[in-house]
């Protein structure tokens, strides 16, 4: 049972209806969830996607650094991404070389296919939907998310915390903790910096930091050409959100793991 402090949301592409039968074999998702689907994406929605090189008052050059510190935290702790990332970004304003390695780094400004643009707005529709309601906290699964053992119990310790934070509860992105990356909590979850999701397989987040982020993205508009969980985790980064990753994950992401074909339909 989800504790009423939390709002839980699914996600769920409608034709995919084997990711929809597990995810209610929980009883907390069947007790306690609210369902996004594509048909609450509105024709107006699709005004918030814009096609510049700026996202969130970041340059090329600092997504690309942004970009590159995840990219070396895959090899090293998190503390030498940032250090090597950064002694990049400096020299990229004097060497063409680095300029080029570090804009790179980012993905093509290349706009999205429509499904994927499509289920960017059902995030944000779903974060609209939240901060409309009273709750703390927001917790939000996408439909490949396969739960782990005592999630609730370890979702609350998470909560008990009363913090203004942001969790990846999720595996994603090849991102783990590393030798001489932060100690894990009690509560099971990694302090990380600078702040960046492990992908939005499931996450959650207080609700103080939901309206920033939200309010962030109606404002400046989020790219065509990023998925949303990479377009989040710049918001995460461009407000300096306290982000921290569940350690080990207490979700699997299905269509990563090969429980799911990695398609929407």
């Not at 093509?108 to 609209?128: A, G, K, Q």
């Not at 949303?228 to 992401?253: G, K, M, R």
């Amino acid at each position: 049972m989800i504790t009423n402090d939390i709002a839980l949301h699914v996600l769920h592409y409608t034709p995919l209806e084997s990711r929809k039968n597990y995810l209610e074999t929980n009883s907390f998702v069947s007790e306690s969830a609210k369902w996004i689907t594509e048909s609450h994406v509105k024709p107006e929605d699709w005004n918030i996607f814009h096609n510049r090189n700026e996202v969130f008052g970041l340059t090329e050059l600092e997504i690309g650094r942004f970009f590159r510190t995840n990219t070396f935290h895959l090899r090293w702790p998190r503390v030498l991404a940032h250090s090597f990332s950064k002694c990049m970004f400096i020299a990229s304003f004097a060497s063409k070389r680095f300029k080029r390695s570090l804009i790179g780094s980012k993905p093509p400004v290349v706009r999205l296919s429509d499904n994927l643009l499509e289920f960017s707005l059902m995030h944000i529709v779903s974060l609209r939907e939240f901060v409309k309601s009273s709750k703390k906290w927001y917790l939000f699964c996408e439909d490949d998310s396969r739960f782990g053992e005592n999630f609730v119990k370890k979702v609350e310790l998470i909560t008990f915390l009363n913090q203004p934070i942001f969790v990846s509860l999720a595996s994603g992105s090849g991102l783990k903790r590393k030798f001489l990356d932060p100690r894990v909590s009690s509560s099971g979850i990694m302090k990380i910096k600078p702040s960046t999701s492990r992908g939005l397989a499931c996450s959650i987040v207080h609700r103080d930091q939901a309206s920033k982020i939200l309010r962030l993205m109606e404002t400046q508009g989020i790219p065509d050409w990023l998925p949303i969980d990479l377009t989040f985790s710049l918001a995460l980064y461009s407000l300096n959100i306290e982000t921290y990753w569940s350690c080990p994950a207490i979700v699997e992401q299905g269509s990563q793991s090969g429980a799911y074909q990695s398609n929407f339909r």
